[in-house]
Each structure stands twice: as structure tokens, then as C-alpha cells.
């Protein structure tokens, strides 16, 4: 790839009711976190390669090959680059933009869409264009990346031998979750970007188990283990496999065990 930036400004045309892109540029520069700025425009990023950081407010997302992620006009944000990190963005403005934002429930809260990969010819072929057509070209890229979150997003269902790559990708999350206090399939389905209908239905047929029921019985298995390895606090046990009141915690233990922690821990001292 062209180790030099690529900046294309577009030409400004007053439509409030389209979308109107401003820059469409290929950043190669290592990217320094000093301090949070504001901008007064929407920015669609697409990362090419390596890995970085996004820090807002009072956190900080990690960036990876592939992700998709937006920045909002006077929301404060950085870019901090890490290992080998490349991106590309577009800068835009115009209520269409707002519109489409909103249909795909895209704002601060809800900003970054991983696991697009595929995109990443269709980006760079863009970016190649002559500065002539490269309002037309922008605004194409723009729109298209939207479709694609759309896409995703609205299918209730995937192809049929996508099924088992979908579900290797679920039971990785829960995997990885199962200890948030919070968890949900509404969560997970956000994170992974799929429809949550899709998530349970694709989960059940790939491994046979519903994804509660697969919860749980992970919790229950790590807190077996915490308990055979010395933990003695029940709450303690409980909260560290995701539940947040250990009386609910004893309930299932009990249910899926035939004993209460304490008795289980009597057992194996």
C-alpha cells in the first residue's frame, strides 16, 4: 500500500437533504494520543490493517482489521495507533447521512461494527480515483458501507453454511463474557452485529443448546472449579461467574449440582 497520504476534498454543493462528502482520505501516519478534539463533521473510518485505539470520554475501544467505526460532530475522540495501523475515512455532512444514522441506530453509544474485511478491496479501489469523480466515488463508498451495515444488521437469518462460522463466533463471545454480570443476548447481538432472532436460532442449531442454558452451565462449571481450587464466599464465587445476587446464584448451583455451594465445597475440602 502507498505508505503516503491520500486526501481528496470534495467540492462543496449545498443539499441539506442529501448526503454531502467532504474528505475521502488513506491516514498511513502513526497516530499519537495527547489530548481528546472535537470535530464538526460525521466520519465513517474503515481500518485496513494493524491494530489501535479510539478514546472518548471516559473509555477507550479497541480497533482492529476490518472494523467499521464512526465519529460525531462535538463528541470529543482520538486516535491512537498501535502496531502496523492503517485507516481510511469519510467526512460527511447532510440530513440523509442523519437519517440513515438513525435507521441503523448508529450514534456515541452504538459506534463500531467489526468483521468486515471483504470491504477492504471495494475501500482502496476508491480511493484510487481520479479527483474529478471523487465526489461521485466517496459518496458510492459512503453509501454502500452503509447497505452493508444494514444488511447485516436487518437479516433475520444467514446462508446455510454460514450457520457454523456464525456459531463458532457466538459461543467465542459467551466464552469470553460468560463472567459480565450484565450479559445478554441483546448484548452479544449488538456487539456481533447480527439479528438477535438469528443469534439464538443459528447458536441452537450448531451446537444443540440453547445459549441461556450453555450460560449457565459454564458459570456453574467455573464456579465448581473456584470452589475445588479454595474459594470459600459464596457471593464472591457467584459474582465472578456473572451473578449478581448470590442467593439466585445458590438457587442454580443447587438446581443444576443436587447440592448448595457450601455442601459442594463440604465435599470436596
Known amino acids: 500500500m502507498n505508505t503516503e497520504n491520500i486526501c481528496h476534498f470534495i467540492p462543496y454543493h449545498r443539499d441539506d437533504h442529501s448526503i454531502h462528502t467532504i474528505h475521502f482520505v488513506l ?30 470520554a471516559g473509555e477507550i475501544t479497541p480497533l482492529s482489521e476490518g472494523d467499521i467505526f464512526f465519529s460525531f460532530p ?37 459506534f463500531l461494527f467489526h468483521h468486515f474485511g471483504h ?11 481520479t479527483r474529478a ?13 452503509f447497505s452493508q451495515l444494514g444488511e447485516r444488521q436487518s437479516s433475520p437469518a444467514r446462508k446455510t453454511n454460514e450457520a457454523p462460522g456464525a456459531g463458532l463466533l457466538i459461543k467465542k463471545y ?10 445478554s443476548v441483546t448484548a452479544l447481538s ?5 439479528n438477535p432472532k438469528y443469534v439464538s436460532a443459528v447458536f441452537k442449531k450448531t451446537f444443540g443448546i440453547g445459549i441461556i442454558e450453555y450460560l449457565t452451565t459454564i458459570r456453574i462449571q467455573q464456579a465448581c472449579t473456584m470452589i475445588e481450587q ?20 445458590s438457587k442454580v448451583f ?3 449440582m443436587g447440592m448448595a455451594p457450601e455442601n459442594y465445597r463440604k465435599t470436596h475440602a
Open 133 to 145: 469523480f471523487s465526489d461521485l466515488v466517496s459518496e458510492s463508498v459512503l453509501l454502500y458501507t
Open 27 to 56: 491516514e498511513t501516519q502513526p497516530q499519537v494520543y495527547r489530548s481528546l478534539k472535537t470535530e464538526s463533521v460525521y466520519k465513517m473510518y474503515y481500518v485496513f490493517k494493524g491494530h489501535g485505539h479510539l478514546h472518548t
Open 190 to 194: 449488538r456487539e456481533l452485529q447480527y
Open 119 to 129: 470491504l477492504a478491496d471495494f475501500w482502496k479501489s476508491g480511493i484510487s480515483v
Open 254 to 256: 443447587k438446581k443444576r
Open 230 to 249: 479454595g474459594f470459600t464466599s459464596v457471593s464472591d464465587i457467584g459474582y465472578r461467574c456473572g451473578f449478581s445476587d448470590p442467593q439466585y446464584f
Open 74 to 110: 462535538a463528541c470529543p475522540f482520538a486516535i491512537e495507533s498501535g502496531e502496523n495501523f492503517e485507516y481510511m475515512y469519510i467526512s460527511f455532512l447532510g440530513s440523509r447521512g442523519n437519517m440513515i444514522m438513525d435507521k441503523l441506530n448508529i450514534n456515541r453509544h452504538h
Open 174 to 183: 459467551i466464552d469470553d463474557h460468560y463472567s459480565d454480570t450484565d450479559f
